[in-house]
């Protein structure tokens, strides 16, 4: 999770740290739990389009991620089963490594 901090009564608060990888991918593939289209998933990242393909391409290489084509809506997102398992191991370390 990010840290903020103050500069002063009338500053804003500035973004102390840059997110993981890891961080990352934790926000896609929950996006990506509720059957998202592939601008979703860019806006909930917050990344630059190039960048974010980098993420979503290995997600879908490893077959963490799929793509349905739906009649109405077209492509949409899914997380796999694999992807679950892998979400739930990146939340287990998030969670560890905020303890230290």
Do not use: P
């Not at 009564?9 to 991918?25: A, N, Q, T, V």
């Not at 974010?52 to 997380?79: A, M, P, Q, V, W």
């Amino acid at each position: 999770m990010a840290q903020y901090f103050w500069l002063g009564e009338d500053k804003k608060m500035i973004f102390e740290k840059k997110r993981s990888e890891i961080e990352i991918l934790n926000e896609i593939l929950i996006t990506a739990q509720k059957k998202a289209k592939k601008t979703s998933l860019l806006y909930n990242t917050n990344l630059c389009y190039n960048h974010f393909t980098e993420y979503l391409n290995f997600l879908l290489e490893k077959n963490f991620i799929d793509i349905k084509n739906e009649i109405r809506s077209g492509n949409t997102y899914h997380i796999t089963e694999k992807g679950e398992k892998f979400l739930n191991s990146i939340e287990n370390v998030i969670k560890q490594s905020r303890g230290f």
